[in-house]
């Protein structure tokens, strides 16, 4: 065997190892990328246990059912409790619908996004909600406004308080 055949012979073995280490890359990206979906879904999941714990206290499920109906009936206490459960919801439903991509796994983003979508619009159809919103709103306390309103719908924040 020659010199020019052992260096052919080398460059051979080293294009094949170059091709095995980027399949290698290749499978662990993937890998990443899965773990970093169920992250995703896990932290989502924990946020709306969040939310069904919140309600499940004794205050909360007086209060939410009497900020629904009317806003502002609510003592400034209960005000207060029930801005925060508010703007919860909707910073849970602005992240979800951001990172709907990477958590849908195959039911698919915009199936993720309609159900989110459904679900915020059956919160804000509360009169004290909408009410909640308005007062909020004006203060200047809703954050990603523009989103909010991409994830309600513009027709649904138009609707007048009852």
Known sequence: MSIVEIGALAQLVGAIAILLSLVFVVIELRKTFRQNDLANSLQQ????????????DENMAKVIPKAYRSYIGLSDYEKIQFEGYFLQRISIGLRTYRTADETAFKLGSDY???????????????????????????RNLIHGNEMLITLVGEDVLAQPVA
Do not use: T, W
């Open 45 to 56: 999941a924990i946020d709306f246990e969040k939310l069904n714990y919140a309600q499940m």
């Open 112 to 138: 993720l996004r309609n159900r989110l979508k459904l679900s915020m619009e059956e919160f804000f159809s509360h009169p004290g909600v909408r009410a909640c919103f308005d007062s909020m709103n004006e």
